[in-house]
């Protein structure tokens, strides 16, 4: 599928700015990345053991789980090619390519499910979880691996799947019907 050359250019021309920059904080975006990737979920673990909070958490796996097959599906069907493979100018930085496709950013998708369900969830972490996904998210336009719309995409698609699950998760529950046993008269 051929990108349309406006949205190209747009993303080319910020993609310039944001590649290997700022160069003192690629350390760090290169770190935000790695974990960003799925590690982070390995924090979850200890609260999956816990009763009190495994519910929670399994929501929580649901919403990262959900936008991940997501976004395998849309980049199967839309097959855009990371700019790190495609622009001469647009080396992967600290981290070979990653391969396959581009359009929308798994990074992205699943730091801003993550946040989302986190902000509807527990309120008070809603602001920290949020930055943490934004540099997520940006770090895979300052490595090279991404355009900056696939990460807006991504985090768009995320957000929207996180809010969900979340708000899903906080259903009332209880019988749906009324107990057989009761006595209609």
Excluded: N
């Excluded at 690629?26 to 979850?44: R, S």
């Excluded at 930055?131 to 957000?159: E, F, N």
């Amino acid at each position: 599928m051929a990108w349309f050359p406006a949205a190209q250019a747009f993303d080319e021309a910020i993609l310039r700015v944001a590649h290997g920059q700022p160069r003192v904080a690629v350390p760090l975006f290169h770190f935000f990345t790695i974990v960003g990737g799925g590690w982070a979920l390995l924090l979850l673990i200890p609260l999956l053991i816990q009763r009190a909070t495994r519910a929670v958490s399994l929501w929580l796996l649901t919403a990262v789980v959900l936008s991940s097959g997501a976004v395998s599906l849309i980049k199967q069907i839309v097959g855009r090619v990371r700019p790190c493979d495609a622009l001469t100018w647009c080396a992967a930085i600290d981290i070979p390519s990653p391969g396959g496709h581009s359009f929308p950013s798994g990074h992205a998708a699943g730091s801003f499910a993550f946040a989302a369900f986190a902000a509807v969830r527990v309120p008070r972490w809603g602001a920290a979880a949020l930055i943490y996904a934004m540099i997520v998210a940006w770090s895979r336009c300052v490595l090279g691996v991404h355009y900056p719309s696939d990460v807006l995409v991504g985090s768009l698609l995320g957000s929207a799947i996180g809010v969900a699950v979340a708000r899903w998760s906080m259903r009332p529950r209880g019988p749906a019907h009324p107990s057989v046993t009761s006595d209609p008269a």
